[in-house]
């Protein structure tokens, strides 16, 4: 085993620095937690946690040197993912330190044409197969069928003497999303507010149609509460007494 001299020592920390930096780029460009810095920094630090040991002479330094490195990053990791709601995100982030570590592992080791290699796969998972798995998520479910009628309920309780102009609004924003409400219920409650009730039938996406009919009446300073519903057994068989 040859000692590692400063060019040599140069060359894999350049070229650990420059394949994180390469993963970041893309990274910053998505306004993502972890950019340019972190992911050159997280290459950086690998790759110098190994060659440290290349340059103690420990031919089995290396090795487990590597090791440690990939526990640090799972801590490091564990920091940018972030709880969503009911979801997780940040998941992206922390794979893609992982994978900016082992890059920098490899440079480290003198395998350069490895360490590209890597950079260039992590890129590739981004940017091709982002869109894949946009493709996949807008793919309809299994056993549905796209052009199937859903019938939906949407709530609306407003100040009574906007109760005119919010009717006018929800029929038309109704009509812009392409729904004609089936019925069409207002009941004075107690105070100064009324309930608003209309059914419509909707063709494909539910959640899609109905969602811009909220974004467009939430913006409306009358409107005190906005929801919707698929229907269930109850409010169909009012919805028949009430027609």
Not at 101 to 119: E, F, I, M, T, Y
Not at 210 to 221: F, I, K, Y
Request: aromatic share 4%.
């Amino acid at each position: 085993m040859h000692a590692l001299t400063t060019l040599d020592f140069l060359v894999r920390l350049a070229a650990g620095v420059s394949c994180g930096a390469l993963i970041g780029v893309e990274r910053q460009w998505r306004a993502r937690m972890a950019g340019l810095r972190t992911n050159a920094l997280v290459a950086a630090g690998a790759t110098l946690f190994v060659l440290y040991s290349e340059a103690v002479g420990d031919t089995g330094s290396p090795t487990r040197v590597a090791s440690y490195v990939v526990s640090g990053i799972g801590f490091l990791g564990g920091g940018v993912i972030l709880r969503d709601g009911a979801g997780v995100r940040g998941l992206n982030t922390a794979a893609t330190l992982w994978c900016s570590a082992a890059v920098g592992v490899l440079a480290a080791s003198g395998k350069l044409d490895l360490a590209v290699l890597g950079a260039l796969a992590v890129l590739t998972v981004h940017l091709v197969l982002r869109p894949a798995g946009r493709l996949l998520d807008r793919a309809p479910s299994a056993g549905t069928d796209p052009d199937s009628t859903t019938r939906a309920t949407v709530h609306l309780e407003c100040e009574r003497q906007a109760e005119t102009q919010i009717r006018a609004l929800l029929l038309q924003a109704l009509a812009a999303s392409g729904l004609a409400p089936t019925g069409l219920r207002a009941r004075r409650e107690q105070g100064e507010t009324t309930s608003l009730r209309a059914t419509v039938a909707v063709t494909g996406d539910v959640t899609a149609a109905l969602e811009q009919v909220v974004t467009r009446l939430s913006l409306e300073p009358g409107v005190r509460d906005l929801h919707w519903h698929l229907e269930d057994e109850h409010d169909r068989a009012e919805h028949e007494v009430l027609a």
